[in-house]
């Protein structure tokens, strides 16, 4: 099986599915089938899933009539905190055998607070609070706003899932407020978390703009970008945790932070499906997948092992020859990063007014 061949390689299997109907269903896409069968060992929810599993949904309208007297986030809250604790508790003793590595559920800080440091310490704490599970991760976005709120929530002995990050060089600063919680921390040992690296979307920026140039080299460059962004991600994850500043934390039972695969749904039908799951398995890491990524890589996807670690030179070869081309890597990740926050701020806008509309039925 595809999936027992991605974890024996080193790579988690997550989810980045979710709903009511997955955690209570009993067909082969719930989430007790699916962490039964094929080796799901996490799941991930953000704003979007959230908008699109909630809003409309028959299974959340009872709820919804019974907090009319609440403010729409007050009831979007205790939705999507009540699910994420009944996930957390499915995933249990998967978090107990692995000594917390896996087992893990993530939910996100209201998106709209992307840009603002303390509140997004103070709604990453609440959440912490109100879910009060071991094995939750609170997901917080990589804005230069949102690194300091990642060292404070790691300090508080917080797990943290760092999202939307897209350029290696912000990666870095991730890591470094990582580890700064780390240090600060009083039991690093209970402290996990993860640095959600998105990959998908890079191609799908790069490949229009490698579309629209005159240069006749532009097309042999196409989907080459998502993935060697992706390689040399972990070639920087390898250098940071074998450093003297590392080994330090290593000493007092610090977790290294994995890299996550996000955005691993394939976007373009001319790409292999399974392309951005073989390609990025590596130790230490998780792939957090659409439901027909993970079912693609169930019914064909080809596990060749380790497929980071021997091309980084072929990635940095990549960058030399986007930057020929006159195409900035910096730039397309600036721009991804303001689009990302948009779509996650505007999901959420429409799930509270869906729920809004709701509430005066």
Known sequence: MSTRDVRKNGTSIWLDDFSRAKITGDDKHS?????????VVGVTTNPSIFAAAISGA?????????????SADECVKKLTTDDVRQACDLFKDIHTSSKGVDGRVSIEVDPRLAHDTDATIAAGKELWAIIDRPNLMIKVPATIEGLPAITSLIAAGISVNVTLIFSVKRYGAVIDAYMTGIEATFNPSHVHSVASFF???????????????????????LGKAAIANAHLAYQLFEEKFSS????????????????LWASTGVKDAAYEDTRYVVELIAPETVNTMPQNTLDAIIDHGVIRGDAIRDNYADAIEVFKSLSQLNISLDAVTAE??????????????????????????
């Not at 028959?58 to 609440?70: A, F, G, K, T, V």
């Not at 990959?199 to 460059?221: C, F, H, Y």
Request: zero cysteines.
């Open 31 to 39: 989430l007790p089938s699916r962490i039964a069968h094929d080796n």
């Open 58 to 70: 028959q299974e959340y309208s009872d709820d919804i009539s019974q907090m009319r007297d609440l």
């Open 244 to 259: 003297p500043r590392w080994s330090q934390q290593i000493e007092r039972g610090g977790n290294k932070q994995r890299p």
């Open 336 to 361: 991804l990063e303001r689009d990302g926050v948009k779509k996650f701020a505007d999901a959420w806008e429409e799930l509270l007014s869906s729920v809004r509309s709701a509430q005066r039925q």
């Open 199 to 221: 990959v998908s979307r890079i191609d799908s920026a790069v490949d229009t703009l490698l579309k629209e140039s005159s240069n006749p080299g532009a097309n042999q460059m």
